[in-house]
């Protein structure tokens, strides 16, 4: 069965971006850039947000046509291009290639889709990693730790209330100081 997976990268003090949506502090250099690829490459279909998508939207499809763009830049183009995209926006009126939109978050849609074959799913933007997670969808996390303080911005987590006990998977520290911190739900 197929796993659904949140993807994001944070700060030490918890914030994916700064103040004005700012994320200039990733630290995403070709070594980090290559295990995304790796990674990421494996999945079934990505599951994103509207300003996610959009954001993703804007440059990869074209990234690799860029003379500048270097090699793990230029694979992740091919990879954003190739890989199935379920788009969850109630605002948005069309997607682009290879991307499906709905409105809203179908718990059953997500149970059916983890039992086809193909690889995991990963899901990216915050507020839909929150929707996934109070809707118990969610099988790992996939935190990557920047060294840095932002000091303000969006917090990865919503202060919810609620517990979810995890376990952790996994740790991995990369060249530039970037931890990679993976946890399972704890399931009984």
Known sequence: MAKVVVQMNVSVDGFFEGPDGDIGWHQVDNELHGHFNDELRQMAEFHEGRRTYELMESFWPTADQDPEADAPMAEFAGIWRDTP???YSRTLATVG???TL???VDPEEIRRVRTRPGGD????????AAAFARLDLVDEYWIYVHPVL????RRMF???GDRH???LAGTRTFGNGVVLLRHERARD
Do not use: S, T
Not at 121 to 128: C, K, N, S
Not at 150 to 153: I, K
């Open 85 to 87: 995209k379920v788009v």
């Open 158 to 160: 919503p202060a919810d």
């Open 121 to 128: 799913i990963a899901v990216g933007g915050a507020e839909l």
């Open 102 to 104: 709905v409105r809203e």
């Open 97 to 99: 290639p290879n991307a």
């Open 165 to 167: 006990p995890m376990r």
């Open 150 to 153: 932002v000091g303000a911005g």
